[in-house]
């Protein structure tokens, strides 16, 4: 028996973001949203759908691509708005993203599609990179927040090497890590050093939410 | 009662068969740590062959496990479609960038031969000497990983979701060379010696696709490739997720499941008993921090879980035990099973 209850516009977004429903999903956010308050959008609908697609993913309760494919839809939506000069989203610090070491770029890129469909500018340092590359890369680019993805536990305990030259330097970079090996051994991102880990692409958000609000 | 000491095949194929061995076989996926004992850097020990067998055979004489394997690293496979592979002195080998950067280039893509590619041809010579060596009491596990999973190293995981969702029949082309290239990889292990191979297949996990996907794509594709095997095949999900899919799993022809730590071991169990036998699934990421009581712990843990009548084979949850793991917790674990795994369990 179908229920008579409204749906909320956060859950049927969910749900169409989890169908990869592109259409129904597109509808929802231009019948809910304001153009001239991308904001709001996102920090209404987009951020609660995608932190509960998230949650879901934690849970084994949705698939890696579900969490993908809801923020690259997400993502679309929000570059068709206009922005003022400055970007969606005000005050946001300078964001850094890159895979360390090795190729699997999909951690990578579900969290930056995450942090640009809620309003984040981030710049992508791509893959496969060295720390020490890695580190004249955010050096000069002024990073203020790295989000650092991993796939292998060799490349986790790297990042210990980037967090020692980090401090050693005297540079304020928070850096959040994120990968297989940090969901299995939830103390190893303290072990190297880091100064927060993300379960999931809608928790690294939050992270640079709390940031600045 | 003590029961027989039975050899380290004898004593698979009776939990393959769920029923109980003699004690609960130990299967250490040790692909690194032979460089370890030889004191060679990764690279030069998969250099060659005789550098593998050897630390194979060191590693099973170290600890006592029940199997052996000439795998080494899965970017080898890649390499046949020309990739390439990073060696690290720390970790194993990882793919370098993706090969096929332009998808079209897929609809020409020619079915590689594994007996061009110098690794795959090292792993089949050390395949087949610990075969011919051990094989009647020792089993010798082949690695093949799964069409359906391979374009992860062939185009990147974004580039390969992205194809996948948009159900491009480039897409099919690509699965149709991968397959052809899987039966015969596959298949010239198993007449190099391998007792079974190991269908790696993380893709089609539900923590990497809904399972509604993954019985349109990658599972078809499994039952393709497992009918198509010339021997055993065990499906080995590389610490993903099975539950959502287990119907599916059971009815793919494979015998054994990698499972993982992500899932409570009684309910998996419940779930798979007498239709296929479970490998499983010690966490190797945090298994570099037990200490040797703590190894303990976890090994009677899952024995209680999964041990009884059969069909488990204690393992860790990935297929491979991370470098960083001392020699000290793997001997823990394995006289942990060797003390507490004995039939009958109690």
Same mark, same amino acid.
């Given at each position: 028996?179908?229920?008579e209850?409204p749906?909320s516009?956060v859950?049927a977004?969910?749900?169409?973001l989890?169908? %990869? ?19 709001g959008?996102?920090?209404?609908? #987009? ?18 691509s ?6 690259? #839809? ?16 005000p ?6 993203i890159?895979?360390l ?23 992508d ?12 890369? #955010? ?5 203020e ?5 991993t796939?292998?536990l060799?490349?986790?305990?790297a ?7 980090i401090?050693?330097?005297?540079? %304020? #970079?928070? @850096? ?30 939050s992270m @640079? ?5 | 009662?003590?029961?027989?000491? &039975?050899?380290?095949l004898?004593?698979t194929?009776?939990?393959?068969s ?11 996926n040790?692909t &690194? ?15 060659e062959?005789r &550098? /593998?067998? !050897? ?15 000439g ?10 479609f ?6 690290f002195d ?6 370098g960038?993706?090969?096929? *950067?332009?998808?079209?280039a897929i ?14 041809l090292? &792993?089949?010579?050390?395949t087949?000497?610990?075969a ?7 089993? =010798?596990?082949? /690695?093949a990983?799964s069409?359906?999973?391979l ?14 969702l ?11 060379v991968?397959?052809?290239f ?5 298949n010239l ?13 993380? =893709? ?7 399972p509604?996907?993954?019985? !349109?794509?990658?599972l078809?594709?499994? *039952? ?9 095949? =065990? ?5 993903g997720?099975s539950?959502?899919?287990?119907d ?11 499972v ?6 009684? /309910? ?10 479970l ?5 190797? =990421?945090?298994? *570099? ?5 703590q190894?303990e712990?976890e /090994? *009677?843990?899952a ?7 059969g ?5 860790d949850?990935?297929g ?5 793991v001392?020699d000290?917790i $793997? ?11 004995r039939?009958? $369990?109690?």
């Amino acid at each position: 028996m179908e229920s008579e209850e409204p749906v909320s516009p956060v859950y049927a977004l969910e749900s169409a973001l989890l169908e %990869s429903d592109r259409i129904r999903a597109r509808e929802i956010l231009r019948t809910f949203c304001r153009p001239d308050d991308p904001y709001g959008c996102i920090s209404g609908l #987009i951020e609660p759908a995608l932190r509960s697609i998230g949650e879901r993913w934690s849970e084994g309760a949705a698939a890696l691509s579900q969490v993908y494919v809801s923020g690259k #839809i997400c993502e679309e939506y929000i570059r068709g708005l206009p922005a003022t000069p400055a970007g969606i989203r005000p005050d946001q610090p300078v964001i850094g993203i890159a895979v360390l070491e090795d190729f699997h770029t999909l951690g990578k890129e579900t969290v930056k599609t995450a942090l640009n469909a809620s309003g984040y500018r981030v710049k992508d340092y791509g893959a496969g990179l060295t720390v020490t590359v890695l580190l004249d890369l #955010i050096k000069q680019d002024e990073i203020e927040v790295l989000f650092l993805s991993t796939l292998m536990l060799r490349a986790a305990l790297a990042v210990r090497q980037l967090m020692d030259a980090i401090r050693e330097e005297g540079l %304020s #970079i928070r @850096v959040i890590v994120g990968g297989a090996p940090f969901l299995f051994d939830e103390d190893l991102w303290k072990e190297v050093g880091s100064d927060a880990f993300a379960h999931d692409a809608s928790e690294a958000v939050s992270m @640079v939410s709390e940031d600045t609000e | 009662m003590t029961r027989n000491e &039975m050899t380290s095949l004898e004593r698979t194929l009776a939990t393959l068969s769920h029923k109980e061995p003699d004690r609960v076989p130990l299967f250490l996926n040790l692909t &690194m740590h032979g460089a370890r004992e030889l004191n060679q850097p990764i690279k030069t020990y998969y250099a060659e062959a005789r &550098m /593998v067998v !050897k630390g194979q055979e060191i590693l099973r004489k170290k600890y006592g496990h029940d199997c052996l394997t000439g795998f080494c690293y899965g970017a080898a496979e890649v390499e046949a479609f020309g990739g390439s592979t990073l060696f690290f002195d720390n970790g194993p080998p990882n793919a370098g960038s993706p090969p096929i *950067r332009d998808l079209e280039a897929i609809s020409s893509l020619e079915v590689p031969d594994p007996r061009d590619c110098p690794p795959l041809l090292r &792993m089949l010579e050390t395949t087949r000497t610990l075969a011919d060596r051990y094989g009647d009491s020792v089993p =010798v596990a082949g /690695v093949a990983i799964s069409p359906f999973s391979l374009p992860v190293m062939q185009l990147g995981f974004s580039r390969y979701l992205d194809l996948l969702l948009s159900d491009d029949p480039i897409f099919r082309s690509l699965m149709e060379v991968n397959k052809a290239f899987c039966t015969t990889w596959a298949n010239l292990q198993i007449e190099a010696g391998a007792t079974a191979v190991v269908y790696f297949d993380p =893709v089609t996990s539900p923590t990497i696709i809904p399972p509604d996907l993954a019985r !349109k794509t990658g599972l078809p594709i499994a *039952r393709e490739m497992i009918r198509s095997i010339n021997g055993g095949v =065990v499906y080995h999900l590389a610490s993903g997720r099975s539950l959502a899919i287990a119907d599916d799993l059971m009815e793919s022809g494979a015998i054994g499941l990698g499972v993982s730590a992500l899932e409570d071991l009684s /309910v998996l169990k419940e779930r798979f008993a007498g239709k296929m036998t479970l490998i499983g699934n010690l966490d190797g =990421v945090s298994m *570099r921090r037990w200490s040797a009581p703590q190894a303990e712990d976890e /090994v *009677r843990a899952a024995l209680s879980k999964a041990a009884f009548g059969g069909g488990f084979i204690l393992s860790d949850n990935h297929g491979e035990i991370p470098w960083q793991v001392n020699d000290s917790i $793997i001997s823990a674990i394995a006289e942990a099973t060797r003390t507490y795994g004995r039939y009958p $369990i109690v």
